[in-house]
């Protein structure tokens, strides 16, 4: 006995189980709740994922003993009542009607395939008794749930649950599990899609076995089987099928990748963008990104609005893809500005014809407003205020506080260091970037990167503005009007306002909205993925109206409360409220030292400009080269119109006799 034992432990260990096939598993991209978002078909090109016992209803395992194998649990994996009663039915009746095969049995044959002969049917038996000896029976039964049959290339009951019937093996009803009992006996012959009556047929005598076996009441057994059998089989989802390409990429190996993504609100972005299209070019695509801010985890990831379109390109993932932002990044520009004091949001600032050396910027409009304040400089998104402050911040302290929070600026060919430029869209960005950097306005200014794989780490966020910084830049954007044509989501339906920032890349070529409430950032991306221009379509009019639709996709959220900003320094305070007469100095606001100003002097007949300047005690006496041209008793602007092109030196002085002065170029 002794030496029996020693030799069928020789024999176990030199001939082990292959499990090959049961490794050969699909990768499934999953959401936040382990639904599939999409799936990848395995080596041999078949749908096969992992379940155990715990992945399925109890009701489809009480079924399936009953049906195959009812001493599966007391049998070494063969049982040999089953092999004298099948002998005697065959004996009797002098042909093969009943077969012998247990659970263990059968998971040994799809472990490794043979043809059905006697010599096989031994080789079956005896592996099924290595498989008892090495493997409980938990895991013996989770083997057959992964590798059964269920015809073509659907094996295992979770592909064959969600091919049939759209949804996971624990939520089979009796009549459900039973027909996936069944298929198994003969998956090609009894395809419900093909054959539905037999399938029909197999599926009833399953159930009238429960019956016998007491597994079901007879009145259960009427109520499944009134049941129609599915006709058709269902696709496997492909949702968020860019990031699912990149994390399989990512992590070979694994067949389980949990994402942090909404199943349902992926799927609603996936058909709002298919139902935009017809708005849209024919070759235009569009990418969508949703952020819940408390810990940056993104819940619906779109790269494009039909992965398998051709003629839109849409294998190409744009929410990675690096593009012009246009003027989506000027929030951050005016942030830094306030971080540094030199702004504040009702300083003045003058939106006039400016050359900066040979960059002379121009609005959307092509026209000028003159002088404004800050917060309506940004509200209405205006070029040349906005490269005004790039220039007080400095582009290179700009674009290194952007790496620092973790976006990537990609300069243009040729450029070593960033320059005033970036401020209008003169340097590219990804959405992904982008999405992560308006996340931080809603967390005080902490910019850390977005997280979209379950389980991994958040990392230790760093500062990008300063707390106040970021609510007064929010403030502002709360007041940006909406788009033409649409109205607000929360004008209609929640309480909590939507910060909106549009953009719009040169040439329109790329069309960006960015709207920002407490729970959520939405960043959405909308143009030609081979880069063409398409025109009249805007950030405003293409990008916006979209953004506001995804709003109304997600749930309603109180609205935040005040936003206590930190007090400006002194003098901004004074501006800001209109209070009496600063007590610093003057300072030239329009134009300061060595600025080129268009003021159209070669044509002869020089337009007329407005001379700014803040603090200082009034009245206030205007001075070019030495002659005097103005005194403003209450205003700080004067106005002047040049003689002619060429250099000027302008002073302001107040009535304490302080000064301050440029010298200017006049084009």
């Known amino acids: 006995m002794f030496i029996l034992v020693l030799t069928l432990l020789a024999v176990d260990r030199l001939f082990p189980p292959d499990l090959s096939r049961l490794g050969d598993l699909s990768v499934t991209v999953t959401d936040s709740r382990d639904a599939p978002l999409r799936a990848f078909t395995n080596a041999a090109g078949a749908w096969r994922f992992p379940a155990t016992p715990d992945d399925v209803a109890p009701l489809f395992t009480d079924l399936l003993l009953a049906y195959e194998d009812r001493r599966f649990h007391d049998h070494p994996g063969v049982d040999p009542l089953a092999v004298l009663r099948a002998v005697g039915q065959n004996l009797a009746a002098g042909r093969v009607v009943s077969g012998a095969s247990t659970l263990t049995m059968q998971v040994a044959r799809l472990l490794e395939p043979r043809p059905r002969t006697l010599a096989a049917k031994l080789v079956e038996a005896a592996r099924a008794a290595q498989l008892e000896w090495r493997y409980s029976k938990r895991e013996i039964l989770g083997m057959y749930l992964t590798l059964a049959p269920y015809g073509g290339n659907v094996e295992g009951i979770r592909a064959a649950s969600l ?19 069944a298929l198994p006996q003969s998956p090609t012959r009894l395809r419900p899609d093909r054959a539905a009556e037999q399938a029909r047929a197999a599926r009833d005598k399953v159930l009238d076995r429960a019956a016998e076996a007491g597994v079901l009441t007879p009145r259960a057994v009427a109520e499944a089987k009134a049941e129609p059998v599915p006709d058709r089989r269902l ?6 099928a860019h990031l699912a390409d990149a994390l399989r990429g990512r992590q070979p190996g694994r067949t ?5 993504l909404d199943g349902r609100l992926q799927a609603a972005v996936e058909d709002l963008a298919r139902r935009t299209l017809p708005d849209l070019h024919e070759r235009a695509g569009l990418a969508v990104l949703v952020v819940e801010n408390s810990r940056r985890t993104v819940l ?8 398998f379109d051709e003629r839109r390109e849409g294998r190409v993932d744009m929410v990675r893809a690096v593009r012009s932002p ?3 990044l000027k929030p951050f520009i005016y942030g830094l500005g306030f971080d540094d ?3 504040h949001p009702a300083t003045l600032v003058a939106d006039v014809s400016t050359r900066f050396g040979d960059y002379a910027p121009r609005n959307f409009d092509r026209g000028f407003t003159g002088e404004l304040t800050i917060r309506d400089a940004l509200q209405r998104s205006l070029n040349v205020p906005a490269v005004l402050v790039l220039d007080k911040v400095g582009p290179v302290r700009f674009a290194d506080a952007l790496r620092r929070a973790g976006a990537r600026l990609v300069m243009p060919a040729g450029a070593v260091t960033p320059g005033l430029p970036v401020a209008l869209g003169g340097a590219s960005i990804s959405l992904w970037d982008m999405a992560a950097l308006y996340t931080a306005l809603a967390r005080d200014g902490q910019a850390a990167p977005l997280r979209v794989e379950r389980g991994a780490a958040e990392a230790a966020p760093v500062p990008l503005l300063a707390a106040a910084s970021a609510r007064q830049v929010l403030d502002i954007l709360e007041g940006a009007p909406p788009p033409p044509g649409a109205v607000q989501a929360q004008e209609v339906r929640r309480s909590a306002p939507v910060a909106l920032k549009t953009g719009t890349s040169y040439g329109f070529r790329d069309a960006w909205a960015f709207g920002v409430t407490g729970r959520f950032t939405v960043g959405v991306w909308v143009g030609r993925p081979d880069g063409t221009p398409s025109p009249d379509r805007f950030g405003r009019n293409t990008a916006a109206p979209l953004l506001l639709r995804v709003f109304d996709l997600l749930p309603e959220e109180p609205a935040p409360g005040p936003r206590v900003a930190e007090a400006p320094p002194d003098l901004l305070r004074r501006v800001a409220a209109g209070a009496p007469e600063a007590v610093e100095r003057p300072r030239l606001v329009f134009p300061t030292e060595a600025m080129v100003v268009e003021a159209g002097a ?11 300047a803040s603090g200082g005690r009034r009245p206030l006496s205007w001075m070019v080269d030495g002659r005097r041209i103005a005194v403003s008793p209450v205003r700080r602007d004067a106005v002047w119109r040049p003689e002619g092109p060429g250099f000027a030196r302008i002073t302001v002085i107040d009535a304490d006799g302080r000064s301050d002065s440029a010298t200017v170029e006049v084009r």
Not at 168 to 174: C, D, K, M, T, Y
């Open 163 to 181: 091919t049939l019937f759209g949804k996971g093996p624990a939520e089979l009803s009796a009549a459900e599990a039973a027909l996936l009992v």
């Open 235 to 240: 696709p496997l989802p492909v949702l968020a």
């Open 256 to 260: 389980t990748l949990p994402t942090t």
């Open 300 to 307: 619906a990831y779109l790269g494009s609005p039909d992965y």
């Open 326 to 328: 246009g003027s989506a």
């Open 341 to 343: 004091g030199l702004i």
């Open 602 to 612: 070669a044509s002869g007949t020089p337009e007329p400009l407005t001379l700014l």
